[in-house]
């Protein structure tokens, strides 16, 4: 497992910006991408934006892709993901996952509340 640390969520009216930061606490030398996830209330966790270790190759979902963004900072062993002109259909707990070559399922961070007020 990857210890993940996630912080940054928070109320923000409609409009406005955060950004969630997700850190590892274990080694990371098999770690080959990080992902944000997002639940809504009695919902499945959904994709938001995957982003490799490297920094090289990102993907998002078709909702967050012109909104969002992420990035990494593999010294650091920080990613971040920066949400802009947020709605208030983005309210939900985002979550971190780290996926290891060596494990089979993702690690996940214990997730952070992001509410956006109307």
């Known amino acids: 497992q990857v210890r993940l640390v996630e912080s940054g969520g928070g109320l923000v009216q409609a409009g406005g910006s955060l950004r969630l930061s997700c850190t590892a606490y274990?080694?990371?030398?098999?770690?080959?991408?990080m992902g944000w996830f997002r639940q809504f209330a009695g919902k499945d966790r959904e994709l938001v934006a995957r982003?490799?270790?490297?920094?090289?190759?990102?993907i998002y979902a078709d909702s967050t892709r012109d909104r969002f963004t992420v990035t990494i900072d593999n010294i650091k062993k920080t990613v971040y993901l920066e949400m802009n002109d947020l709605k208030p259909e983005d309210t939900a707990v985002y979550y971190c996952?780290?996926?290891?070559?060596?494990?089979?399922?993702?690690?996940w961070g214990q997730g952070t509340q992001v509410t956006v007020s109307s």
């Open positions: 996952a780290a996926y290891h070559a060596l494990l089979k399922d993702p690690s």
């Open positions: 982003i490799s270790w490297t920094g090289g190759h990102t």
């Open positions: 274990t080694d990371t030398t098999n770690i080959y991408h």
